[in-house]
């Protein structure tokens, strides 16, 4: 798989990669960490809420992320589109934010005083979409478990819902909550679409740097053995280059050959040559003479038997 029509989930990748990286480098992950209490309670850091979507707090949870993004924000881009996906990620961001306020306001006097770093909650809010959209390709059971393909990428999202418990966990049923939301269409935020001026400095300034998004090509062509096709100086370059598809002419006698009767069908009967032999055509081509088999000269005798025997035995020579 590829990041085709898919440049939206690429830039998510990257940022959320290069920003933890370095916080990490540049030891400024204490900037991304949000508290109910100091932080938003007692000094009034009401930032903390929307930049500590922009970085993890360790590296096993940026690996969890990225591979659910490359496994699932891909086809959820292509079956959005990349401007509805955009919209739908800042809108997913929006409501998190304002969810994760709530909840701290409401349970941090019982351990939920804590948010956990990094945008999981645009993590599961895709997961959800995932859910609802893709349908299953395969099913399968082990130990009697029935499973199908996504389940490997439920199965990831599992282990970053329980990394940090019990934020995580929190965290995990915000974005299910906001992906929730999303889709029911509540308050039109389905229909919402990032303004046209963003849409035209993010493809002028950010599609540079995203980079191609081009599918890897699928070449025809396969090298022999090296060492089977070495070269007479010595050195082991192979300058054969050899196809695997087919040209033009060689199909067209692949399907000839298909549609071609067998040979025994080819083969010429007894009856055209007993008639070519009274009609004297046989004696105009060149052709070997064979000693017939005592079964076949009783056939023909017994299915012709007002010709004489030197007759079928000349036949059955020039067969």
Do not use: C
């Not at 440049?7 to 916080?23: D, E, H, P, R």
């Not at 400024?28 to 949000?34: A, D, E, P, Q, V």
């Not at 929307?50 to 993890?56: D, G």
């Not at 090298?223 to 050899?242: F, K, S």
Request: charged share 15%; aromatic share 10%; no cysteine.
């Amino acid at each position: 798989m590829s990041f085709e029509n898919a440049a939206v989930s690429k830039g998510l990748i990257a940022t959320f990669a290069l920003t933890s990286i370095f916080a990490g480098i540049f030891d400024i992950k204490h900037y991304f960490h949000l508290q109910f209490v100091p932080h938003i309670s007692r000094h009034h850091q009401y930032w903390r809420l929307l930049i500590h979507h922009l970085a993890f707090s360790n590296s096993s949870d940026l690996f969890l992320a990225e591979l659910i993004l490359y496994n699932v924000g891909v086809q959820i881009e292509r079956q959005f589109g990349s401007i509805k996906f955009a919209s739908f990620t800042f809108v997913s961001l929006l409501v998190s934010t304002l969810l994760e306020l709530v909840s701290l306001l409401l349970f941090h006097r019982v351990g939920f005083n804590h948010i956990s770093l990094g945008p999981s909650a645009l993590i599961f809010s895709i997961l959800y979409q995932y859910s609802r959209i893709v349908p299953p390709v395969y099913a399968y059971r082990i130990f009697g478990v029935p499973l199908n393909n996504k389940s490997v990428n439920y199965f990831l999202a599992l282990q970053l819902a329980i990394s940090r418990l019990p934020s995580s966990l929190l965290v995990a049923f915000i974005g299910i909550l906001s992906g929730q939301i999303y889709r029911s269409d509540l308050a039109g935020l389905n229909s919402y679409r990032l303004p046209l001026s963003i849409i035209r400095l993010s493809e002028r300034v950010l599609s540079p740097l995203i980079g191609s998004l081009r599918p890897p090509r699928r070449s025809n062509r396969a090298l022999p053995d090296a060492a089977q096709t070495r070269n007479n100086d010595g050195m082991g370059r192979n300058e054969e280059v050899i196809t695997t598809a087919r040209t033009p002419r060689q199909a067209a006698n692949t399907r000839n050959r298909d549609i071609a009767p067998p040979a025994a069908d080819l083969a010429p009967s007894v009856m055209r040559e007993w008639v070519d032999e009274l009609t004297g055509r046989a004696d105009r081509e060149n052709v070997g003479l064979r000693v017939p088999t005592d079964a076949e000269i009783t056939h023909l005798t017994s299915m012709f038997p007002t010709i004489g025997r030197e007759v079928i035995v000349a036949a059955l020579q020039r067969r």
